[in-house]
C-alpha cells in the first residue's frame, strides 16, 4: 500500500510539472505565433495557420486534463500529438532547435503516463472510487 501512495505522489508531482511545462510552452508558441506558423509553411505545410491554432488550443486543453489528471491517458495521447507537431515545426527554426531535447524528455514522461494512468490522486481516481461505491450500494447483500 505505501508503494502505491508513493508512485501516485510521484506521479501527481510529474503531472502538475509536466502540465506547468506544456502550459508554458503552448504561451510561447502563442507569443511566437508568426514564428511558429511560418516554420509551418517553410517546411511546407498546408493550412499551417488553421493547424498551428489548433494545435495551441489541444496543448492548452490537454495540459488542463493532465494537470488534474481527468482522462490522464487520453491527455497524454493528445500531448504526444501535439509535442511531436511542435517538436517538427515550432522548434524547427535555428534558435529553438535546442529545445528538442526538451521535447524528447517530456515524450518520455508522457509514455508513462500512458502506462501507468494517473495514480490515486488524480480525476481518474476519484471518479472510478465513486463508481466502485455506487456499485457497492445497489449490491443487495445476502
Do not use: W
Amino acid at each position: 500500500m505505501q508503494k502505491s501512495k508513493s508512485l501516485s505522489l510521484v506521479l501527481f508531482v510529474q503531472r502538475t510539472l509536466l502540465s506547468l511545462a506544456f502550459a508554458f510552452l503552448a504561451c510561447g508558441e502563442t507569443l511566437h505565433l508568426k514564428a511558429f506558423v511560418q516554420n509551418a509553411i517553410d517546411i511546407g505545410l498546408p493550412y499551417a495557420y488553421p493547424i498551428c491554432i489548433s494545435v495551441l488550443i489541444l496543448t492548452f486543453i490537454a495540459s488542463v486534463m493532465l494537470l488534474i489528471g481527468f482522462k490522464t491517458r487520453l491527455a497524454a495521447i493528445a500531448n504526444i500529438i501535439a509535442t511531436l507537431f511542435s517538436g517538427f515545426f515550432f522548434f524547427a527554426g535555428d534558435f529553438n532547435r535546442v529545445n528538442i531535447i526538451g521535447v524528447l524528455l517530456a515524450l518520455a514522461l508522457l509514455f508513462g503516463f500512458l502506462i501507468l494512468g494517473g495514480g490515486q490522486f488524480s480525476l481518474d481516481s476519484f471518479i472510478q472510487n465513486l463508481k466502485e461505491e455506487k456499485e457497492a450500494d445497489r449490491i443487495p447483500f445476502r
